[in-house]
């Protein structure tokens, strides 16, 4: 008779409080007791209840332990980045990770990819969940679906980009400024054709790199030229054909600022491909891993990226320790770290008319 094959092994489940009472010989609460680290249980039998656990593999149930905690907390926060995998979010992923650690507190993380509807419903989960409070990297422009969740007592705050539509705590960092010194030393190097490459102006932290442009070139009496702008590129490939384009004009930029670490990455690929990485200066807005491992380096506008994280993180955990004072916005400073793309000079800097950049090129 053709032997059966065996069929797929359920499991067996985990282990229980009771299954470790059983094995230890104690009462449930004994367990309980133990679990929750009550100091008063015999150390015999505290023992023989963690050998048993070890021997089951038992591990607690939080979800339902802070069921039954008075303060209903659950020990844990959500925060909502743009991408995981953009380094900026990674950093600040991190940080925030790092501060929670501290209290014996786990973070949950959600990926937005720029899309509003993916707040909503990452917020909801996060919230169904019972997280104690929100961290949260907004995608969208109205922010007013959360204001009955916080005042059922999630705690809120904002980091990178300010709130919409809701009064909420919120940590930034200085883009305008930032953007400012950018343009500023290029034209220190005597560059007058400046390109932009940004994000969509409907992302506040692009508005106000851009806003920092604009205002660097009207203090130096220069005008905007509508052909060295560009605002859609939102990613490395958008940002390769934009600067390709550019560098191919008539009369092209002599040096760009790019206004996030992924389209500065983009550039400095274009900027390779065309042979012009020593002859087009270029200030990028972030920074990102190898930027100075290139030749030339990167000369970046940097975040502070661990100082916005934990201050929103420690921002957070003085609301859920009861602060109940105005809400606040705080504002990081970003430094400019100089590594060899922005101080290449102007091709007028270094003698050169536009016969010689042509033949340079």
Same mark, same amino acid.
């Given at each position: 008779? %053709?032997?059966?094959? =065996?069929?797929?092994?359920?499991?067996?489940?985990? =282990?229980?409080?009771?299954?470790?009472?059983?094995?230890?010989?104690?009462?449930?609460?004994?367990v309980s007791r133990v679990v929750n680290g009550v100091s008063t249980v015999d150390p015999v039998l505290a023992a023989r209840v963690r050998e048993a656990a070890d021997k089951l593999g038992y591990r607690p149930n939080l979800t339902a332990s802070n069921l039954r905690r008075s303060d209903g907390r659950t020990a844990t926060i959500g925060m909502?980045?743009?991408?995981?995998? *953009?380094?900026?979010?990674?950093?600040?992923?991190?940080?925030?990770?790092?501060?929670?650690?501290?209290?014996?507190?786990?973070?949950?993380?959600?990926?937005?990819?720029?899309?509003?509807?993916?707040? &909503?419903?990452?917020?909801?989960?996060?919230?169904?969940?019972?997280?104690?409070?929100?961290?949260?990297?907004?995608?969208?422009?109205?922010?007013?679906?959360?204001?009955?969740?916080?005042?059922?007592?999630?705690?809120?705050?904002?980091?990178?980009?300010? =709130?919409?539509?809701?009064?909420?705590?919120?940590?930034? @960092?200085?883009?305008?400024?930032?953007?400012? *010194?950018?343009?500023?030393?290029?034209?220190?190097?005597?560059?007058?054709?400046?390109?932009? /490459?940004?994000?969509?102006?409907?992302?506040?932290?692009?508005?106000?790199?851009?806003?920092?442009?604009?205002?660097?070139?009207?203090?130096?009496?220069?005008?905007?030229?509508?052909?060295?702008?560009?605002?859609?590129?939102? @990613?490395?490939?958008?940002?390769?054909?934009?600067?390709?384009?550019?560098?191919?004009? =008539?009369?092209?930029?002599?040096?760009?600022?790019?206004?996030? *670490?992924?389209?500065?990455?983009?550039?400095? &690929?274009?900027?390779?491909?065309?042979?012009?990485?020593?002859?087009?200066?270029?200030?990028?807005?972030?920074?990102?891993?190898?930027?100075?491992?290139?030749?030339?380096?990167?000369?970046?506008?940097?975040?502070?990226?661990?100082?916005?994280? &934990? /201050?929103?993180?420690?921002?957070?955990?003085?609301?859920?320790?009861?602060?109940?004072?105005?809400? @606040?916005?705080?504002?990081? %400073?970003?430094?400019?770290?100089?590594?060899? @793309?922005?101080?290449?000079?102007?091709?007028?800097?270094?003698?050169?008319?536009?016969?010689?950049?042509?033949?340079?090129?």
């Amino acid at each position: 008779m %053709p032997h059966a094959e =065996p069929g797929p092994v359920r499991p067996a489940g985990r =282990p229980t409080m009771r299954d470790v009472a059983a094995l230890a010989g104690v009462a449930i609460k004994t367990v309980s007791r133990v679990v929750n680290g009550v100091s008063t249980v015999d150390p015999v039998l505290a023992a023989r209840v963690r050998e048993a656990a070890d021997k089951l593999g038992y591990r607690p149930n939080l979800t339902a332990s802070n069921l039954r905690r008075s303060d209903g907390r659950t020990a844990t926060i959500g925060m909502l980045v743009e991408d995981a995998a *953009n380094p900026f979010s990674a950093a600040l992923m991190r940080a925030v990770e790092d501060t929670a650690r501290e209290r014996d507190v786990l973070a949950l993380f959600g990926s937005l990819d720029e899309d509003a509807t993916r707040e &909503r419903e990452l917020a909801g989960a996060f919230i169904d969940r019972r997280v104690d409070g929100l961290l949260i990297v907004p995608a969208g422009q109205d922010h007013s679906y959360l204001i009955k969740e916080r005042a059922a007592g999630t705690c809120l705050v904002f980091v990178d980009r300010e =709130p919409k539509l809701l009064d909420a705590d919120a940590v930034l @960092s200085d883009n305008r400024t930032g953007a400012i *010194n950018a343009v500023d030393h290029l034209l220190a190097g005597g560059h007058r054709r400046i390109a932009y /490459l940004g994000d969509r102006l409907s992302i506040s932290t692009a508005a106000q790199r851009f806003d920092g442009f604009r205002h660097a070139l009207e203090l130096a009496r220069l005008k905007a030229d509508e052909q060295l702008i560009w605002h859609e590129a939102s @990613s490395e490939r958008a940002a390769i054909e934009a600067t390709e384009r550019m560098l191919r004009l =008539p009369d092209p930029p002599t040096a760009l600022f790019t206004g996030q *670490n992924l389209i500065t990455i983009g550039a400095s &690929r274009a900027l390779r491909a065309l042979g012009l990485q020593d002859e087009v200066a270029m200030v990028g807005f972030d920074d990102f891993p190898l930027a100075d491992m290139l030749r030339p380096g990167i000369t970046v506008v940097a975040q502070d990226i661990e100082a916005l994280g &934990r /201050l929103a993180a420690e921002t957070l955990f003085r609301r859920l320790d009861g602060d109940t004072s105005p809400t @606040s916005t705080r504002i990081i %400073p970003t430094r400019l770290i100089t590594r060899g @793309s922005g101080e290449i000079a102007a091709p007028a800097a270094r003698g050169l008319n536009s016969r010689d950049r042509r033949a340079a090129s």
